[in-house]
């Protein structure tokens, strides 16, 4: 009997293990050495379980096969129907991945890891498919040993392991799987690789999957080397939150740094930008002191305020904001603000925030700022535009209309976050109103 177990990667320790079971050969030489663990007490019961694409008419045979197996090992196959209908500028096979691992995420308890019988013929395939997509190190690195999935992580024991090797097993054994009438497509470009390019390659260099699979832990190793750098690098130019960084630090890393640790920054924002998106930064990083340039990418918006250039998600939130919310600050601790802009709380002091006193029986409402508005913060002399004041506390203009104000009657009386209103601030040992928002 072939020994996989010389090659098959260490596992995490956990109570249980999912194995990702389609039926096909690979799948199930996998789930036959969990079983073998199992029943020689090394590793929990094993619980496969399959995912229904809905995309080939064989699909609900297939399902059953996988059924029938589990049954002869003891054990009960999960199967877990997925939408895989493609969405805007999606291929049909990124739809069915997306489905696909999204159903893994959401099965996985903390810390579970789900087995995947990716090899390494798999990996070689992806090596050159990302090569021929251009990738650098990142994409080259192709498929790691282990990462994240939802709560839990993938794993991939078999990665090291011959598709020579596998197939040996799987005779040896004399296992029964199925084969998937779309592995045979060459429109598909993996499989283009697969059946054509592969074979071709290994025609002339009979160890090419070993030593492109080498390489892509070579590639791997120096992606690693660049995420740390780029954390190096990120810790000196980030200002305050992970949303921001200082574009005057950044200027000073040479430009490979540069694009080094913007990868980096987007990446921790699950954003994987092009070369030719990464060069759009260049805009922001070399406007005018006084221009505000932004870039929308799907999803998001990147925006430059001064020294700071600032991620932000897509908000569908009017230029101008005409809600005006009635609040009854004595009973209503909370208020809702509209278009997910957070929620306001009070909390009563003594000698801070606002005169309880000047606020009792009057009329409160929030509003959003239309124009022309101006205010006298506590302790300055004159009023002044609330537009100069935002400008003075650097408070960047997309963020402007959206600072809740809180109006006592008619008169602009706290723009919550900023400053209360000459007048309306509690004196010493007063009572007060501390009104703070939170997102």
């Known amino acids: 009997m072939l020994a996989l177990n010389a090659l098959f990667q260490p596992l995490p320790f956990a109570n249980r293990y999912w194995v990702g079971y389609s039926g096909g050969m690979d799948s199930h030489v996998l789930l036959d050495i969990c079983v073998t663990w199992w029943q020689q007490g090394l590793i929990p019961k094993p619980q496969p379980v399959f995912i229904h694409h809905h995309l080939s008419p064989n699909a609900d045979a297939w399902a059953q096969h996988c059924e029938v197996i589990s049954k002869t090992y003891g054990l009960t196959c999960r199967i877990i129907h997925v939408d895989a209908t493609p969405c805007a500028d999606e291929s049909p096979e990124e739809a069915a991945r997306r489905a696909r691992y999204t159903a893994f995420a959401d099965l996985l308890a903390r810390d579970e890891p789900l087995l995947i019988a990716h090899h390494q013929r ?8 990302q090569l021929l997509r251009g990738a650098g190190v990142k994409g080259l690195a192709a498929m790691p040993f282990q990462r994240a999935l939802g709560q839990g992580l993938l794993a991939r024991p078999l990665l090291n392991c011959s598709y020579e090797d596998i197939v040996t097993y799987a005779k040896q054994r004399q296992l029964q799987w199925i084969e998937d009438e779309s592995n045979t497509n060459l429109a598909l470009q993996r499989n283009l ?36 750098l780029a954390e190096i690098d990120y810790q000196q130019i980030k200002d305050g939150c992970e949303h ?8 000073t890393l040479s430009l490979i740094r540069r694009d080094n640790v913007l990868r980096y920054w987007l990446y921790q924002h699950h954003i994987i930008p092009s070369s030719t998106q990464l060069a759009e930064f ?3 990083l070399f406007a005018k002191a006084d221009a505000n340039p932004q870039i929308k990418w799907p999803g998001v918006i990147i925006r430059r305020y001064r020294d700071i250039l600032t991620l932000l998600p897509c ?32 909390t009563k002091t003594i000698g801070l925030g606002l005169s309880a006193a000047k606020l009792a029986g009057c009329s409160i409402t929030i509003r959003f700022r239309q124009g022309g508005e101006r205010c006298q913060p506590a302790g300055r002399i004159g009023s002044h535009p609330l537009k100069k004041c935002f400008q003075e506390a650097g408070v960047p203009p997309w963020q402007r209309n959206t600072i809740p104000l809180l109006y006592v009657n008619d008169t602009l009386t706290a723009v919550i976050g900023y400053w209360i209103c000459e007048g309306f601030a509690a004196g010493l040992g007063e009572a007060g109103l501390l009104v703070a928002l939170h997102m």
């Open 193 to 228: 690789i697969r059946h054509t390019f592969l074979p071709l390659i290994e025609k002339h260099f009979a160890s090419a999957p070993a030593v492109i699979s080498r390489s892509a832990q070579h590639c791997a190793t120096a992606d690693q080397l660049l995420t740390e």
């Open 282 to 284: 260049q805009q922001l």
């Open 315 to 346: 908000q569908t939130i009017p230029a101008i904001l005409k809600d005006i919310v009635l609040w009854d600050i004595a009973e209503q601790a909370n208020l809702l603000l509209p278009y997910n802009l957070g929620v306001l709380q009070v």
């Open 244 to 251: 921001t960084l200082s574009i005057s630090k950044l200027a």
């Open 122 to 129: 798999d990996q070689a395939e992806t090596f050159l498919l």
